[in-house]
């Protein structure tokens, strides 16, 4: 549900608080690749921008200078060492694939998409 | 039903066989099953060829595990070798995975004997177990209502007798929800300390795998045999899993609890609160300090999680394309290909997610949403470390409500995510939680109490859970 009401273009959001538009859920299903109906097109509006709505909360929030947390524990770059090891077999990787061929992955033609 | 610790002492002494153990578990799955549709998939034949294992391995003298023959239902996002793995997702169908996930092995290592892989909402996104492509799971206290979720299948089958472990997972309450609402014990652990390796990801700054069970105890057994170390997993933290089992009788006396008071208020149901107050006034009464500590930053982990979770969500659901594994549309081009496959193979609320996610990170909201989202995560990892200067440990509800029933909130996603407002922060911190039952609500189901601990704290949470739960008996 847009706010029929609102004076202002369709523009980008600076807060959480602005509703997602039926445009904006278009162009974000073309880059997550998932096709909608019309009618899942005006429904997952409604139901994306109740969400939103709820995350406006976080704009009361004053978060000058706090640091993000991307996640929760102190470790970072962990290698292993650099020996071979036990790894996947390809056969059977490639026995549960939809489609395969000499050792690959196949899939259909990558050129002559209509974009 | 005995428990997976007697069980596993019987098979061991030989008093009883791994295969009568299971005969008896299989016997249950049959006769109930079919309305509680715990399962994705029964393996009984795997189970009996694992269960005679286990009975040669008695007659030759062992080595035996802690779980020998010990019936365990595994939630159908952990892989198992050979064994059809879903996510209860269409865009899944077919693939078997070529390997285990640790917990898998290390379970499979100490004796356990997997009787199935457990239903669940698709890709762990849910609450009631209503989004599984392969229909509901239906709560064993009351089959009119939901078992909670994601894990319902894991926390049903304990319910209902159909293993006495199961292994779930739990990114925003996924664990302990379906343990409240199905009576049981269900603990999601500090991040890091259970591998992940093979735990089909959702938010991977989130997810943790840990057990669902009917006692303290054996879920402290399981916690044991899962967690520690794996070289497999680059965020698994280089230590033992903390040994939680030798503490469970130390009682409370002298400990300091919390009780969390942005988590007794409004949007939580009179009855459940009066339950959890009653815990307070116990873990009182046996010599814990307990006071209210009001932890601000949790009434925002809602929110919050709603925008992290669905990014990382976004990106690796990208991973679904019809190309290695699972469902293909096919079409003239992979694009194509790509589009109507996961248009097909994804729920709705798959799509909800990745939509929201996809959109939370696009370019010129990136800030506005995921940022925002990622400082205030800062901000309630500071407010419980606060709390944890003054206490050992916090108490809650798991869940605002008791089990409720089906349809009831599938037709409006937030009164469904309203649901993980008390276990949602703990998953953002990246801390361990528990639910644990504590008596019932007005309407006759499981109320769960939930009981929190700072960062690899599990010693003092799983004390405090063994004291809620021997004072219930």
């Known amino acids: ?106 899939v259909p033609p990558v050129l002559g998409e209509s974009e | 039903m005995s428990s997976a610790i007697d069980i596993a002492a019987a098979v061991q002494s030989g008093e009883r066989s791994a295969i009568e153990v299971l005969e008896e578990h299989l016997g249950a799955i049959s006769e109930r099953e079919s309305e ?65 996930a640790t917990v898998v092995t290390r379970l499979a290592a100490a004796g356990a004997i997997m009787v199935g892989k457990t239903n669940m909402d698709e890709f762990a996104m849910g609450s009631s177990t209503e989004n599984s492509a392969f229909g509901p799971t239906r709560n064993p206290h009351d089959l009119s209502r939901v078992p909670g979720g994601s894990s319902g299948g894991s926390a ?12 779930g997972s739990d990114t925003g309450g996924s664990i302990r929800q379906p ?11 500090t991040y890091g300390t ?24 054996e879920a402290a057994l399981v916690c044991e045999v899962i967690g520690g170390h794996d070289p497999g997993d680059s965020t698994s933290l280089p230590q033992a899993f903390p040994a939680v089992s030798e503490h469970l009788s130390d009682g409370v006396a002298g400990m300091r609890i919390g009780l969390i008071t942005e988590m007794m208020g409004e949007g939580i149901a009179p009855d459940v609160a009066k339950r959890i107050r009653a815990a307070a006034e116990w873990l009182a009464a046996a010599g814990a300090e307990v006071e209210e500590v009001s932890v601000p930053a949790v009434t925002f982990g809602l929110s919050a999680y709603y925008l992290v979770a669905p990014a990382e969500a976004s990106s690796n659901l990208s991973r679904y394309d019809g190309v290695r594994y699972g469902l293909r549309v096919d079409a003239p ?32 909201y990136y800030d506005a949403f995921y940022g925002t989202a990622l400082k205030v995560r800062t901000l309630i990892r500071r407010d419980f470390d606060a709390a944890y200067e003054r206490f050992d440990a916090l108490l809650s ?19 469904m995510y309203l649901n993980d407002v008390c276990t949602i ?10 639910s644990v039952p504590y008596g019932l609500g007005d309407d006759g189901m499981p109320v769960g109490a939930q009981v929190l601990a700072p960062a690899l704290g599990e010693v003092a949470m799983f004390r405090v859970a063994a004291a809620l739960e021997g004072s219930l008996s």
């Open chain 1, 1 to 106: 549900m847009t706010e029929p009401t609102s004076p202002e273009p369709t523009k980008a959001p600076q807060t959480t608080s602005e509703r997602i538009t039926t445009e904006q859920v278009a162009k974000v299903a073309k880059l997550a690749r998932l096709r909608l109906t019309d009618e899942e097109l005006t429904r997952f509006t409604g139901q994306l921008g109740d969400v939103l709505e709820h995350a406006a909360d976080l704009d009361l929030l004053d978060l000058e200078g706090v640091e993000p947390m991307a996640q929760p524990i102190p470790l970072a770059n962990v290698f292993r060492k650099d020996v071979p090891g036990p790894i996947l077999d390809r056969d059977e990787v490639l026995a549960v694939a939809p489609a395969a061929e000499d050792g690959f992955f196949r």
């Open chain 2, 36 to 100: 509680v549709h715990a399962f994705n998939l029964v393996t009984t034949d795997q189970a009996i060829a694992a269960a005679t294992a286990v009975d040669e391995l008695v007659a030759k003298g062992g080595p035996l595990g802690p779980l020998a023959g010990v019936p365990v239902a595994i939630k159908d996002n952990l892989c198992t070798r050979g064994v059809a793995t879903t996510c209860s997702s269409k865009i899944l169908e077919g693939w078997v995975p070529p390997y285990d």
């Open chain 2, 156 to 167: 049903a089958a304990v319910a209902a007798g159909f293993a006495p472990i199961s292994l």
């Open chain 2, 179 to 189: 343990a409240a609402l199905c009576g049981v014990v269900g603990v999601k652990p």
């Open chain 2, 194 to 217: 259970v591998s992940r390796l093979g735990l089909i990801a959702f938010g991977s700054s989130l997810d943790q795998v840990g057990p669902f069970a009917n006692s303290v105890a």
């Open chain 2, 333 to 364: 081009t992979t694009g194509e290909m790509m589009e109507l496959t996961r248009t097909a193979g994804f729920g709705d609320e798959v799509k909800r997610r990745i939509m929201l996610g996809t959109y939370a990170l696009s370019a010129g």
């Open chain 2, 397 to 415: 509800p798991t869940s605002p409500t008791t089990a409720f029933s089906f349809g009831d909130k599938t037709a409006d996603p937030m009164s």
């Open chain 2, 425 to 434: 922060a703990t998953n953002l911190a990246g801390h361990p939680a528990m």
